[in-house]
């Protein structure tokens, strides 16, 4: 990579930090489109690699409100979705691989822009986890379903809770992609690189938290994250025409 491309990953990756550090998601969607532009390479394993020590920072700073009732029923839908997982991306072609990137990523900012009082129970929260873990092995982007789920708690408990819940789900996800060959010294040369901007970011986070919730930073982030996503498609889709 040349240096213009190192500046832009520690940017966005520290952009992403600082959103995740705050809300407890959004790292992966406002890092990953940018990131698998400049190299493919950094998703997912070098992705969900920096996403899951966000989430360990984040537990760590934010442990005495977390509510672990309930979380096993999503532990084990993130089990069973990673596993689906792993086995699609083995199956699949890059070409393809890259469709579904682009088409999983629309499909988050889908889940970002909905609405409503969701009712917190157990076949929701198998559900969410199922789909959160599909989603966290393919692209790097699982916190959507879960933080639909969870959007309407207090935000100390949205932040412990399912930072706790990702700190586990993206260690699923991590493993099952080791267990098919996705994990290799490269990803993890990529996630070192990323480590400072992340690192920095989420230290910066807690000055920043009351100002992202007033809605710009939020129409921005899913602006950028679907242009992303029809760049990756547009550019996929011309490749095998």
Request: charged content about 5%; overall charge positive; aromatic content about 10%.
């Given at each position: 990579m040349e240096i213009?491309?190192?500046?832009?990953?520690?940017?966005?990756?520290?952009?992403?930090?600082?959103?995740?550090?705050?809300?407890?998601?959004?790292?992966?969607?406002?890092?990953a489109p940018v990131l698998m532009i400049i190299n493919p390479d950094f998703v997912p394993v070098p992705t969900l690699l920096s996403g899951f020590t966000l989430s360990v920072y984040l537990m760590i700073r934010e442990r005495k409100s977390i509510i672990f009732k309930g979380l096993g029923y999503s532990v084990f839908g993130r089990i069973l979705g990673a596993i689906l997982a792993a086995y699609i991306i083995v199956v699949i072609s890059q070409t393809y691989f890259s469709?579904?990137?682009?088409?999983?990523?629309?499909?988050?900012?889908?889940f970002s822009l909905m609405r409503g009082q969701w009712q917190i129970n157990r076949p929701k929260l198998f559900f969410a986890g199922f789909?959160?873990?599909?989603?966290?092995?393919?692209?790097?982007?699982?916190?959507?379903?879960?933080?639909l789920l969870y959007q309407h708690q207090n935000a100390k408990v949205i932040r412990g809770t399912l930072s706790a819940y990702f700190t586990?789900?993206?260690?699923?996800?991590?493993?099952?992609?080791s267990v098919v060959g996705k994990f290799t010294r490269v990803e993890f040369g990529l996630y070192l690189w990323m480590l400072p901007a992340f690192t920095l970011g989420f230290w910066l986070s807690?000055?920043?938290?009351?100002?992202?919730?007033?809605?710009?930073?939020r129409w921005a982030i899913l602006a950028i994250s679907s242009l992303s996503a029809i760049f990756v498609i547009g550019r996929t889709i011309m490749s095998m025409i």
């Open positions: 213009a491309d190192l500046l832009i990953v520690f940017f966005i990756v520290m952009l992403g930090a600082i959103v995740q550090g705050s809300t407890s998601m959004g790292f992966a969607i406002t890092a469709l579904v990137f682009g088409a999983l990523i629309l499909l988050a900012v889908l789909l959160s873990g599909i989603m966290g092995t393919l692209a790097s982007i699982g916190s959507p379903p879960m933080g586990l789900g993206t260690l699923i996800s991590i493993f099952s992609l807690k000055y920043v938290t009351k100002y992202l919730d007033k809605g710009y930073t």
